[in-house]
């Protein structure tokens, strides 16, 4: 079993900064893909980002390309999900996801793991 703890999540303004952090402990060589959704109340878990360790790349949600950046460091089993130029939008419940899969899948029903999420909120 894999365990992802998020954290970071806070209030922030519009055009503000957050990193949000996952921590992976447990059977990390299972998560060779890891990645972020969100959910927003009413609305659908939508794909943010995510990184595969053993492809080294990266993917993007269109809605946070050229504001959002996905790392990790290995070392620490931790992703870090870098989150500039906020907007209300952003809002949402961020989750940590994590997969064995070397492959990215935008859908939330092809990844294993999962943390309970951090909220966000971004005021106008």
């Known amino acids: 079993q894999v365990q992802l703890v998020e954290s970071g999540g806070g209030l922030v303004q519009a055009g503000d900064s957050l990193r949000l952090s996952c921590a992976a402990s447990?059977?990390?060589?299972?998560?060779?893909?890891m990645g972020w959704f969100r959910q927003a109340p009413g609305k659908e878990r939508e794909f943010v980002a995510a990184?595969?360790?053993?492809?080294?790349?990266?993917y993007y949600g269109d809605s946070v390309k050229g504001r959002f950046t996905i790392s990790r460091d290995n070392a620490k089993n931790t992703v870090y999900l870098q989150m500039n130029s906020l907007k209300p939008e952003d809002t949402a419940v961020y989750y940590c996801?994590?997969?064995?899969?070397?492959?990215?899948?935008?859908?939330?029903?092809?990844?294993?793991?999962w943390g309970k999420g951090t909220l966000v909120t971004v005021s106008s």
């Open positions: 996801a994590a997969a064995p899969s070397p492959n990215i899948y935008r859908t939330p029903d092809r990844w294993v793991y």
């Open positions: 990184i595969s360790w053993s492809a080294g790349v990266t």
């Open positions: 447990g059977r990390t060589f299972s998560t060779n893909t």
